[in-house]
């Protein structure tokens, strides 16, 4: 008798070991990656509109980098090159638009070949990184560049002052902004951090197509205007209103599309509340009683730390088990 096995229609359904995370939907690792690109298009228009077409060159060396990067790496390693799933695409643009304008391309490129070989394949390649590739890279710039991490350019104008963002000038000369530019976007700060008009409108569309769940942006809005009216309520006169929190800084950018990567968030529905809570109180912590005027990437950075533990520990018990 034959030890081999004749394949039947039964037989041809063999599992797939893939990597995490492990969800049913609709959407492909590729369609997703590329629907998420299309929504950072109206914060990208507002980003050259605010600041120039000059920035252009900001947001193609980082995208051709990290494609260029991806691609030696999976080549080197023998892998099939998978830059055309839109992943390398991704990192790359999200990491241009935290950077300031007229930020150097050098650098810009430095950063990006750290936030995918470095905060993506050490780690393994995509699906197995723990932290925002994305932010890696922005802190590698934070750690590497702090002088040209922190020189800002004003909408519109050819100079460039330092320290010329909201919350920069709260926290080191004690003068508010008023809120409607930091909602259009006519104001200081990165390049794909000012308009929260524009970052809503692309939010708002992976919600509504389901590519990002409501759970993580809606966590850490309610927790950024709790917290934010916790010491707002303490000291009225030295501290905004809570809607400064919210337009202010990254907050907007890494609530839409940084906190809710799918590799390096919660998957399970109590986690992602916690992790949106704990993001929002680290963010109002760093921006009132650290040294810094922005703690976005920092906190983002901490509790992705945080999310196998959350993950463990809030998964909903088996069928027919106890909890």
């Not at 197995?128 to 350019?153: C, D, H, S």
């Not at 942006?217 to 905004?240: C, E, H, K």
């Not at 390096?264 to 040294?291: D, N, Q, Y």
Request: with cysteine; proline share 7%.
């Amino acid at each position: 008798m034959s030890d081999e096995i004749t394949e039947t229609p039964q037989t041809k359904n063999r599992l797939e070991l893939t990597t995490s995370p492990h969800l049913h939907n609709n959407w492909s690792t590729q369609k997703a990656m590329w629907m998420v690109s299309a929504a950072l298009l109206p914060t990208t228009a507002a980003a050259l509109i605010f600041f120039g077409w000059t920035q252009i060159d900001i947001l193609l060396t980082g995208i051709l980098c990290a494609v260029g990067t991806e691609a030696l790496i999976q080549k080197l390693r023998k892998q099939p090159v998978t830059v055309g799933d839109g992943s390398a695409v991704l990192t790359g643009w999200l990491l241009a638009l935290t950077l300031p304008p007229d930020f150097s391309p050098v650098s810009t490129g430095i950063g990006v070949v750290v936030a995918v070989a470095i905060g993506k394949h050490i780690f393994g390649g995509l699906g197995y990184n723990i932290f925002n590739p994305a932010l890696v890279g922005r802190a590698f710039l934070q750690a590497a560049f702090p002088v040209e991490m922190t020189t800002w350019k004003n909408p519109n104008l050819v100079d460039t002052v330092t320290s010329a963002t909201p919350l920069g000038a709260l926290k080191f000369d004690a003068v508010t902004s008023p809120l409607a530019p930091m909602f259009f976007g006519n104001t200081g700060g990165s390049l794909g951090e000012t308009s929260a008009l524009a970052l809503l409108a692309g939010g708002i569309f992976l919600m509504a197509v389901r590519i990002v769940n409501w759970r993580i942006p809606a966590a850490m809005t309610i927790g950024i205007l709790f917290f934010g009216s916790l010491v707002w309520r303490v000291n009225v006169q030295d501290y905004p209103s809570p809607l400064y929190h919210l337009l202010g800084g990254g907050f907007l950018l890494g609530a839409l599309f940084m906190a809710t990567d799918w590799v390096s968030s919660p998957v399970t529905r109590r986690g992602m509340w916690i992790f949106g809570f704990g993001i929002s109180l680290i963010v109002v912590v760093i921006r009132v009683f650290g040294g810094l005027p922005e703690g976005m990437m920092y906190a983002i950075l901490i509790m992705n730390a945080f999310v196998p533990m959350i993950d463990r520990y809030t998964r909903p018990a088996v069928f027919g088990a106890a909890p």
